[in-house]
């Protein structure tokens, strides 16, 4: 069974640059055709869409965040990487990994602050 | 974007009864493959979303058949059949139609 887990570091100062990682295991982030997505949530608000990389090698991004986002895979080491840039507090949230929505890491609380 | 919006926020219900929550989209969520990409979530306290149901009424992995969901173009409903207490949370409607990628508000289900 595939699982997901979440890493990074939980506390990211204004203006600098928020990295996650996901950790796929139980299952190759290559040999499937599922996508791998971030998605995200302010405390006590709803979710938001971040973007997603298909195994055929396609990203996608939400505009209201493209200038800032890359996502990015490593399949050596199973794993897909997060990076959002130039951040402000309206991006402290849990932060979560999926496979096609199928499949959700526990999610990792990232505040921005100083 | 899409914008999703569902009906009630809010929905208190006694044990047992039925469950219903409406999902209505800005646009109409049928790709150009033919498929409708329309998922419902349900995410407890402190806990991920879980995927109940994608492509509208295909029920995933796992899930109870007391939840079924339908509709089609802009309409879409979640039903659960007989709440039980394990059903609390807040469920999402998520369209994957169009990039943005969008979810509904999101409706808390409590019991009375």
């Known amino acids: 069974q595939v699982q997901l887990q979440e890493s990074g570091p939980g506390l990211v100062e204004p203006s600098q640059t928020l990295s996650l990682t996901c950790t796929v295991s139980g299952g190759s982030i290559s040999s499937d055709t599922y996508y791998w997505s971030w998605i995200r949530q302010p405390a006590g608000k709803g979710l938001e869409w971040i973007g997603r990389?298909?195994?055929?090698?396609?990203?996608n991004y939400n505009p209201s965040l493209k200038s800032r986002v890359t996502i990015s895979v490593d399949t050596s080491k199973n794993q897909f990487s997060l990076k959002l840039s130039s951040v402000t507090a309206a991006d402290t949230a849990v932060y979560y990994c999926?496979?096609?929505?199928?499949?959700w890491g526990q999610g990792t609380l990232v505040t921005v602050s100083s | 974007d899409i914008v999703m919006t569902q009906t009630p926020l809010s929905s208190p219900v006694t044990l047992g009864q039925p469950a219903s929550i409406s999902c209505r989209s800005s646009q109409s969520l049928v790709h150009s493959d033919g498929n409708t990409y329309l998922s419902w979530l349900h995410q407890r306290p402190g806990q991920p979303p879980r995927l109940l149901i994608f492509?509208?009424?295909n029920r995933f992995s796992g899930v109870p058949d007391r939840f079924s969901g339908s509709g089609a173009g802009t309409d879409f409903t979640l039903k659960i059949s007989r709440v039980e207490a394990e059903d609390v949370g807040v469920y999402y409607c998520?369209?994957?139609?169009?990039?943005?990628?969008?979810f509904g508000q999101g409706t808390k289900l409590e019991i009375k």
């Open positions: 492509r509208i009424s």
């Open positions: 998520m369209q994957s139609t169009q990039f943005p990628y969008t």
């Open positions: 990389f298909y195994t055929s090698g396609s990203t």
């Open positions: 999926a496979r096609t929505y199928n499949t």
